[in-house]
């Protein structure tokens, strides 16, 4: 694995090739054109990804399409700006139709060369309508360390929401300033000398739907529920944050969380906007007061965790948000709907489950599985 620090384009495709490689990605199909060079060359570079090139793009859409299909994985389809894209329309509608997991990158022109006759520049947002399952333009590529977390974890989103609530296409559209070509750039030479390759990705783990599963998860807790409960048991350095969350039942909602606290004894960040602060009762680590807690530097730095798990919606505390920034403590979010629930771009890992059935696991796993 490598990243290609040459330019700050070769930066940001060859971090988003290799995002996807490390989730499971095994095929990318790629229609020729020089919007696109930085995609191609970061897929073709990665010897884990099969690169397809066809010239035709709805051939390669179609063929794509095929792909996943028979795989049950998503399959990565690339162009470059203007009508381009446009051909891939009628293998999108079928993947929407036919509950197909595609991701769709479609290169552009940065907003400057836009409305202006630049030349292969059409309106490419939103170009697929409502067919995609989730669509999105990435931000202009940045050499910095928080674009590049923004990156790697908007990826991981897109390549949930491809399988999960249903199986579809996604569509980022991906706009790329000159120099396209991997010619020498000074900008990204500070990043190379701190950039660390293995903490950038750690934590990434392939996420499958599969044919018969309902919701996209890391194998670790699929079949392997022992290795991540046991994580989080041996850990003594682990906090609950319980965000704001409105659920149908609340008593139900917030003895799961109280559950889940006495197992793991870790205590719990409560939001004000959470209904935990009204069943105080039930929750014996509950801590309201965070905030104020935070805001000693000392205090701060000698609670930093190891493992975060997020319940529901990040609360609204901008010093919570620092903190969590600043310690890059593992997250696991728990939520049962598709949405992204982190706006820190940080390590995390979407559980889309309820922290009922996440209590009910970790009870019958900690009682059959010695610390």
């Known amino acids: 694995m490598a990243i290609d620090f040459r330019n ?8 988003l090739a290799e995002t996807l490689q490390r989730l499971g990605l095994t095929t990318a199909v790629i229609c020729p054109g020089s919007r696109s060079a930085p995609l191609t060359i970061a897929f073709a570079q990665n010897k884990k990804i099969e690169t397809i090139p066809i010239l035709d793009e ?3 859409s179609f063929f794509a399409l095929g792909i996943a299909k028979k795989s049950y994985l998503p399959t990565a389809l690339i162009c470059t700006s203007g009508t381009a894209a446009a051909n891939f329309y009628p293998a999108i509608i079928e993947a929407r139709e036919s509950r197909i997991p595609l991701l769709i990158f479609t290169a552009d022109r940065p907003p400057e060369l836009r409305d202006c006759h630049a030349g292969q520049a059409i309106d490419q947002v939103k170009i697929y309508g409502n067919y995609p399952n989730w669509q999105a333009e990435l931000a202009i590529p940045s050499a910095s360390r928080g674009m590049l977390d923004y990156l790697r974890q908007t990826i991981v989103y897109a390549w949930e929401r491809s399988q999960f609530p249903t199986p579809g296409p996604i569509h980022l559209n991906i706009p790329f300033r000159d120099p396209l070509v991997p010619v020498p750039y000074p900008a990204v030479e500070a990043l190379e000398t701190e950039f660390n390759p293995e903490d ?7 996420i499958f739907a599969g044919e018969s599963s309902t919701a996209p998860s890391p194998p670790l807790l699929r079949g392997g529920e022992e290795s991540t409960l046991q994580q989080w048991q041996k850990c003594n350095k682990g906090i609950i944050i319980a ?9 139900k909602y917030c003895s799961a969380i109280g559950q889940i606290s006495q197992l793991l004894n870790w205590p719990v960040l409560a939001e004000g906007l959470s209904p935990v602060r009204n069943y105080a009762q039930l929750n014996p680590h509950l801590i309201s007061t965070y905030d104020l807690i935070l805001r000693n530097r000392e205090l701060a730095d000698k609670l930093t965790p190891e493992i975060a798990i997020q319940i529901g919606d990040l609360p609204t505390s901008k010093e919570l948000r620092n903190w969590l ?4 403590a593992k997250r696991y979010i728990i ?13 995390t890992i979407h559980l889309r489950t309820s922290p009922e059935n996440l209590a009910t696991n970790l009870a019958t796993i900690l009682t059959l599985v010695p610390p």
């Open 200 to 206: 950038f990705f750690a934590g990434l783990e392939p």
């Open 8 to 15: 700050t384009n070769t930066v940001w495709a060859s971090v």
């Open 58 to 60: 709805r051939s390669a």
């Open 335 to 347: 939520d049962p709907s598709h949405h992204n629930f982190d706006p820190l771009h940080g390590k």
């Open 325 to 328: 920034d600043k310690t890059q």
């Open 243 to 251: 965000g704001v969350a409105q659920p149908q039942f609340a008593e």
